[in-house]
C-alpha cells in the first residue's frame, strides 16, 4: 500500500513492535539513507555517490541501491514498514524509465513496502524544524525554495535546473566564476586568485599567470572553453569550493560573486514568502550552510526583509525519516523523535 503523504493516517491499525522505516535523500552530491525503529533510533546508515536523477542520470539508482543495501546491513528488509525519499530534481521520476531503475534497486535490496517519493524541499523542511507551516531555502548544487503548510509542499519558487535557474547555487558560483574569467581574458586584464584558482581546477597543468601575452590568454581562454563543454555542465557546482577559498583571500570578484548568490537567493525566497509571514525559514544545503560565506550573508540580511526565525537543516535524511515515522503512526512524529533523528 502506497503511502499517501508522510503525516497523513497511519498504514496499519496494528503496528508490529519490530516495525522500521527508512528516510531517504537523493541529493545531486551524495544518497544518504537512514533506517530507524518506531522509537527513532537508528539501526541501520548507508551512502553513496550522487542520488539526484537529473544530474545524475546514469548512475543514480544504482548509487540509491548501493546506500540502501549498505543501510539493511544486518538487517530484515521485510521489517521496514513505510519509506519517505526526498529527490532532489524528482521530476525525473516521473519517466517510466526512469522510474524502473529506482524500483529495480529498491526491489533488488529485498523491500516489500513501496516507497514515498517526495521533494527534498519537504524533507529539508522537516529536518529542520516540527513545526507544520514555513518556508523552505535549499542551495546547494542547484537552488530552490518553497512554500509548506500542514507539512505540505504547496509553493515553489526557482528550482529549475542548472539550464533555466537555480540561481545562487554552488552550480551558479561555478559557473560565474569561469565566466568571471573568460572576461578578463578577454579583456587582457590581469588574472586574481580566483581566476588562477579557477585555471587550476579546470587546467590543472596549466598556469594563469604564466601566459600573460595576448596569445597566451586566447589560448588560455580556447582550453577552458573546450574543457568546460566536454564535462557534464552540473560539475560547474564543483567550483563553488574555489569561489569560497578565493573569497578568503579578499578576491574582489569572489567577494562580488558571493553578494550576488546572497542576493538571488533572497529574491528566490521572496517570490513566496511575506514581510508579514512569521513561521520558520529553514536553509539547507552547503552553500546556505554556516561555513559557507553565502550562507553568512544570508543570515545577516534575511532579518532585514523577513521576520521569524531562521533555523539550518543540517540532516535532510532525518528529516525524511522523521516523516516515516509519522507515516509509520502520525502519533510517533514527535519532537524528541524530530531532535534524535536529526542531531
Known amino acids: 500500500m502506497s503511502v499517501e503523504h508522510p503525516l497523513g493516517e497511519p498504514r496499519d491499525p496494528v503496528m508490529p513492535a519490530t516495525a522500521l522505516v527508512l528516510g531517504g535523500d537523493l541529493g545531486g552530491t551524495s544518497t544518504r539513507i537512514v533506517i530507524a525503529d518506531h522509537e527513532g533510533n537508528v539501526v541501520g546508515r548507508g551512502a553513496a555517490a550522487g542520488g539526484n536523477p537529473t544530474s545524475?542520470?546514469?548512475?543514480?539508482?544504482?548509487?540509491?541501491?548501493?546506500?540502501?543495501?549498505?543501510?539493511?546491513?544486518?538487517?530484515?528488509?521485510?521489517?521496514?514498514?513505510?519509506?519517505?525519499?526526498?529527490?532532489?530534481?524528482?521530476?525525473?521520476?516521473?519517466?517510466?524509465?526512469?522510474?524502473?531503475?529506482?524500483?529495480?534497486?529498491?526491489?533488488?535490496?529485498?523491500?516489500?513496502?513501496?516507497?514515498?517519493?517526495?521533494?527534498d524541499l519537504e524533507v529539508a523542511f522537516a529536518s529542520g524544524t516540527p513545526e507544520p507551516d514555513g518556508t523552505v531555502l535549499i542551495a546547494g548544487t542547484g537552488s530552490a525554495a518553497g512554500l509548506v503548510r500542514d507539512h505540505r509542499l504547496v509553493r515553489t519558487a526557482d528550482g529549475h535546473g542548472w539550464l533555466l535557474g537555480d540561481d545562487g547555487s554552488g552550480f551558479w558560483l561555478g559557473r560565474e566564476a569561469v565566466r568571471s574569467l573568460l572576461r578578463a581574458l578577454d579583456l587582457g586584464e590581469q588574472i586574481g586568485a580566483l581566476g588562477q584558482a579557477v585555471t587550476q581546477a579546470v587546467l590543472p597543468d596549466r598556469d594563469a599567470a604564466a601566459g600573460a601575452e595576448r596569445v597566451g590568454y586566447d589560448r588560455l581562454r580556447d582550453d577552458l572553453i573546450r574543457t568546460v563543454n566536454a564535462r557534464p555542465p552540473v560539475l560547474l557546482a564543483e567550483l563553488a569550493p574555489t569561489v569560497v577559498a578565493a573569497y578568503d583571500q579578499n578576491d574582489e570578484t569572489a567577494h562580488a560573486l558571493v553578494k550576488r548568490a546572497a542576493e538571488l537567493l533572497i529574491e528566490t525566497v521572496g517570490r513566496l514568502r511575506t514581510t508579514s509571514d512569521n513561521g520558520p525559514l529553514v536553509l539547507a544545503g552547503s552553500v546556505a550552510g554556516e561555513s559557507s560565506p553565502v550562507g553568512r550573508l544570508l543570515r545577516q540580511s534575511i532579518h532585514e526583509h523577513f521576520q521569524g526565525e531562521v533555523l539550518i537543516a543540517r540532516d535532510g535524511v532525518g528529516g525524511a525519516t522523521w516523516l516515516a515515522l509519522g507515516a509509520l503512526d502520525p502519533a510517533l512524529a514527535t519532537r524528541s523523535n524530530h531532535a534524535r533523528l536529526v542531531s
Do not use: E, K, M
Not at 548512475?59 to 543495501?69: K, L, P
Not at 522510474?99 to 517519493?117: E, I, N, T, V
Open 56 to 119: 545524475h542520470p546514469a548512475s543514480a539508482a544504482a548509487n540509491f541501491g548501493q546506500a540502501i543495501h549498505q543501510a539493511l546491513d544486518g538487517l530484515d528488509p521485510s521489517l521496514i514498514s513505510t519509506a519517505v525519499i526526498g529527490a532532489a530534481g524528482g521530476s525525473a521520476l516521473s519517466n517510466p524509465g526512469v522510474r524502473a531503475q529506482f524500483d529495480a534497486a529498491w526491489s533488488g535490496a529485498g523491500l516489500l513496502c513501496r516507497p514515498d517519493y517526495i521533494g
